[in-house]
């Protein structure tokens, strides 16, 4: 067995035990790795770290060096008495032959005391008996070796009584270690309380938004019913739409083609009596002259009887069947599509709210978020990543499928741009302005700067629109999975005037330039207007 001076030797001053993996700190002293790790985790919080042996400090966390030779030396030891009972806690210090657990420390002593030990101790004031430490000489002044009793208030550092009436802390305020600790108690709980307080708040906040994402997968999973429910129908009706037109063009292909049949057989009929007759005359052109003069003049009669013989046939009637066929089913077919646009369209007007977040510092947006005012008076909101240092603004909802149309009402401004982009859309310079960049897409113009023509842009790159645009209204359209972004003029009747294709790689979001005036989103539920 080893000797008890050995196992002292071979023990981390911090658990008492021999050492597992014991490593060194910079000033010399070894540690178990585990143990020392703990108490510069505890201290890493002070931003100060220090050795638990001699209380040397680093302000940066020591790195911790493996005793290779220690580590060797303790390998032997546990192999020459491997069935010795380890004592979990701290250890008497006296009891060297068989290790006993301490019940009780002295810090006057430096030592810690099993049961049978305690009862021999010294009863006298000095010996101030605590709960097991493994770290006695922290509860004892580095300078005079005393216990420390006193916290000094102006360093923020415990001190004994030696140092508070003779040494650097001489004249500074102090307070017994009990009072000081009650009062840094107190505030700790004050801590603890408002902590308790903002968990409470962050829980209900956790609570609302998981009753406010509950109620949106609700809305979302109504909103995905309706959609189904919708396309059914059109699709019902689009079938039915298809078998009727079918239908009818078969009725008047059937129609068209008994008429015609009709009057082919007439002029069939009509063709061999001119053909019997070619041949009468034929004959009685070979005749003789005086029978040829004493037959009957037919010449008139044979001609005569042409156009009413167009007449009798119906040959015009025929053709011009043929053509109304062909008008109506085209007229039939356009009404149909016409429906069927209206219908995906219409039924789906995007509601967009204006994001102030991203708003531009010189643009004031309403109370609704409908509507984008270029102001002379900065509107102070604090700068943000997200914030556009120009004219612009974005909505706050994102569009990552479906197709969507929105409106918007341009008022007294002489330049403007509307449009979607990407959230990943510059904030700052010029090539943040819709349209400059490839995350972005816009119509744009203006009264004055551009005379009343429009134009698209998108990466730098302008096409112009060729006609004069007469109304103040755009409507934007968004079929995201065709990968479609279309602009028309809201007039009567609605008038076309591009659209993007591309494959969007991000969410898109509702965008708004203002240089002067406003701009307001109508809202995609109102009907058309002049």
Known sequence: MASAGLRKELSCSIC?????DPVTLRCGHNFCRDCIDGVQ????GYGEYSCPECRATFHKRPPLQRNITLCNV????RSIQPHQKEITGIRCTYCVDSPVAAVKSCLHCEASLCDNHLRVHSKGPEHVLTDPSTSLETRKCSVHKKILEYYCTEDSICICVSCSLAGEHQGHQVEMLEEASEKKKKKLRNVLQKLTTRQKKTEERVRSLEERRRKAQQKAAGEAERVTVLFIDIRRRVDDREKRILSEISRQEKEASLSLSDVIQKLEIRKDELSRKMRDIEELCMTDPLTVLQEPDRGDEDTEGHDGGDEDTGGHDGGDRGAELISHISHTLSAMIRDINVTFYVQDPADILLDVNTAANNLLISDDLKTATR?????????????????????GRR??????YWDVEISRSRWWRVGMCYPSIDRRGRQSYIGNNNKSWCLYGGLWRYNNQFS???DSKVIPIHHQISSDRVRICLDYEAGQLSFYELCVPIRHLHTFTAAFSEPLLAVLYVCNGSIKISGGAERNRK
């Open 399 to 404: 569009f990552t499928s479906g197709r969507h």
């Open 16 to 20: 008492m035990e021999i050492y597992t």
């Open 456 to 458: 698209v842009k998108h």
């Open 74 to 77: 303790v390998e032997n030891v």
């Open 375 to 395: 102001t002379e008076i900065t509107q102070n909101r604090p700068e943000t990543a997200e914030r556009f240092l120009y004219n612009q603004v974005m909505s």
């Open 41 to 44: 985790d505890t201290e890493g």
